[in-house]
């Protein structure tokens, strides 16, 4: 539990809130102090101000100093603060004193001879604080101060109120925290149950999606994308699988037929001859597939079985015009080769002529008797462009986008009697794209098919 990440999570969030509930009690508690302390000493000032006024007004006019005094002692009881005032005349003679004082007075616990100039605390008045200040008129020394429990006793409080909330909050931040954590966390326990589900047999599964776009939505569609195309990639393993099995047994099964014909006794040397024939046939025939086999194994796994050398497309072209010619005169089709541009890439020759030779392949078996086929090559925007046209039977437009997978053929009894196994095109399409090329394919049913085949030029002939 303490390892998990929604613990954690909630630790920290927990951490986090009580941090700044600490932070702000803090800050709270230091203004509420201050501010008080400064009305203190403000009322403080205000007073001694009044006090000495009041003292110095005697003197211009004609009264008694028990009216002053008078006056000062009932100002002074009804002021809401509790405070003591002394007033020392410049004969050194006690002038005033407050009843509250009894028998204590406040120059004990300060040099009037030398006061301070702003307001000083006094720790040890009867066990509390005061706040005191002296200032001198021109006929006498007065003396105030006020207790500071009108400063503390809110303070105090004030802590006492943190100290009580401060425990639930953070209860309660932790209880947030889990629960939080825990909704957040729900969708991710999905993907988790979701994903120990899911086995090569249950690919169809997906992760419920919700509205919300936030981090964890997009991590569900992110993993049902990816699960998505592992079942297209599984699917096509399985059809891969199935097609090669297929395509195997059947030589297999002619080859394990033609042995049992053999082991007859009474079969003539010339039907052995024939056997014999058949059986190597198929055997060639299994050796194609499992070497264009091997060849796309070695490319999905990413060895690099291409060679780098400069390949003159001018001269390839023409060497593929005459071999198509001497091809497809079987079929008393006429094969031309537009002027071609000069154009030289960096590749494997022998794999560019293994592509174009599959394309000639395809272009020939489809096609019509005294059909045509087209050969040319261009260039321009710093890539090469090769075309394979022909006047054949054509693709239809749903078969297009499957043309270039392993095995798949539009017509596989008829591509089995022309010796097709339907990896012609995969390979030619992985010799392009290994050479960092495309190839696209365009074709109308009873008008033919062009192959386009785009490669980048060696920056020389570019």
Same mark, same amino acid.
């Given at each position: ?40 000493? *403000?009322?403080?000032?205000? *007073? ?274 005459? *071999? ?139």
């Amino acid at each position: 539990m303490f390892r998990s990440i929604r613990f954690r999570l909630a630790f920290w969030y927990t951490t986090a809130f009580a941090l700044t509930f600490a932070l702000i009690s803090g800050v709270i508690y230091e203004y509420v102090s201050r501010t008080l302390s400064d009305r203190l000493d *403000e009322s403080i000032m205000n *007073e001694i101000r009044w006090v000495a006024a009041r003292y110095e007004k005697q003197f211009t006019r004609t009264e008694s100093d028990q009216a002053v005094r008078d006056d000062i002692f009932e100002h002074a009881s009804f002021y809401p603060i509790k405070e003591y005032v002394e007033i020392w005349d410049n004969t050194g003679q006690r002038f005033y004193g407050s009843p509250n004082l009894a028998g204590d007075t406040l120059s004990t616990y300060i040099d009037i001879a030398h006061p301070p100039s702003q307001i000083v605390t006094i720790t040890k008045f009867r066990d509390h604080h005061i706040r005191l200040v002296v200032q001198q008129s021109m006929h006498a020394t007065i003396l105030l101060s006020m207790p500071m429990e009108s400063v503390t006793t809110p303070i105090s409080q004030l802590l006492r109120i943190f100290i009580w909330i401060g425990p639930i909050v953070i209860v309660v931040a932790a209880a947030g925290g889990m629960y939080l954590a825990k909704q957040s966390f729900a969708k991710i326990n999905q993907v988790i149950r979701t994903a120990e589900r899911i086995t090569a047999d249950r690919l169809h599964d997906r992760i419920p999606e919700h509205d919300t776009k936030d981090e964890i939505g997009r991590i569900i569609s992110t993993f049902n994308e990816m699960i998505s195309r592992l079942d297209v990639s599984f699917g096509q393993m399985k059809q891969f699988s199935a097609d090669a099995s297929h395509e195997l047994r059947t030589p297999l099964s002619v080859i394990r037929t033609q042995l049992e014909m053999a082991l007859n006794s009474g079969i003539s040397q010339a039907e052995m001859k024939e056997i014999i024939a058949n059986c190597l046939d198929e055997a060639l025939h299994m050796s194609s597939i499992i070497e264009n086999l091997l060849l796309l194994a070695k490319g999905d796994a990413g060895q690099n079985i291409l060679r780098r050398e400069p390949v003159d497309l001018k001269a390839l072209m023409h060497q593929m015009y005459d *071999e198509s010619v001497l091809i497809s005169s079987s079929k008393q089709i006429t094969v031309t080769l537009k002027d071609p541009a000069p154009a030289t890439i960096i590749g494997d020759e022998q794999r560019l002529r293994q592509m174009l030779l599959n394309l000639i392949d395809n272009a020939i078996k489809y096609n019509r008797v005294r059909g045509k086929i087209s050969l040319a090559l261009g260039k321009g925007n710093g890539v090469a462009k090769i075309t394979v046209a022909d006047t054949g039977i054509g693709i239809s437009e749903q078969e297009i986008p499957r043309i270039f997978d392993r095995f798949y053929r539009v017509d596989r009894a008829r591509s089995r009697e022309l010796g097709g196994v339907g990896l012609g095109l995969a390979i030619a399409k992985w010799i392009v794209q290994a050479h960092g090329g495309s190839i696209t394919v365009k074709s109308a049913m009873n008008a033919g098919t062009e192959f386009c085949v785009m490669l980048p030029l060696d920056g020389s002939s570019a």
